[in-house]
């Protein structure tokens, strides 16, 4: 099946630095996720990219489709102490029926105050 | 609403035992299904259900079970435990297949098998 790369595996960032993390992936997808997972708890969605080339921000967020579709990163500005958590890339290919996410590893983020 | 709840929160089985582990929705979304989270690892299907009375493998469908008897609630039963079984157990739903990249996961079960 698919597979999804996402680097890196973990951060350590100064309170404030910018923070990017991407996915890469051997298969082309048509949708891109970022979610986020705090401890204990399950994943919330950050942001859905749905077209090759889009560019889309949520507050100090702001993640990419790439042009190939093969790929995506996640940026995180001027970041601050309850961005640590987890951070999953996934992504889904839409037809034939199926519309099954494919997860990376995550990244694992921890800011320093 | 309540959204996507799950229970129990930990537990602890022995290798061999049974278990289910529940889920609940209460967003009238037809679609759900079951993750398992390892460390360092991403989720992982196990199986889904696009529908009452409808349900499907996913990518670890091995050593669980589910059906789908009401739209609202979605078990997944280990009939027999096992180490490899250890990890943490998300449920999802949304209101279609189609619509899985707006899923609502739930809090996840943390499951020990001894």
Redesign the interface.
Known sequence: ?QQ?N?SP?SMFIQEGEDVSMNCTSSSIFN?W?WYKQDP??????LI?L?KAGELTSNGRLTAQFGITRKDSFLNISASIPSDVGIY?C?G?I?GA?S????????TKLSVIP | NAGVTQTPKFQVLKTGQSMTLQCAQDMNHEYMSWYRQDPGMGLRLIHYSVGAGITDQGEVPNGYNVSRSTTEDFPLRLLSAAPSQTSVYFCASSYSDRDTDTQYFGPGTRLTVL
């Not at chain 1, 204990?40 to 969605?45: D, I, K």
């Not at chain 1, 519309?99 to 995550?106: H, N, P, R, V």
């Open positions: 099946g999804l996402q595996q949708t996720l204990g708890e399950g994943p919330v969605l859905a749905y999953f996934a889904s839409s029926g519309y099954q996410l494919t997860f990376g590893k995550g």
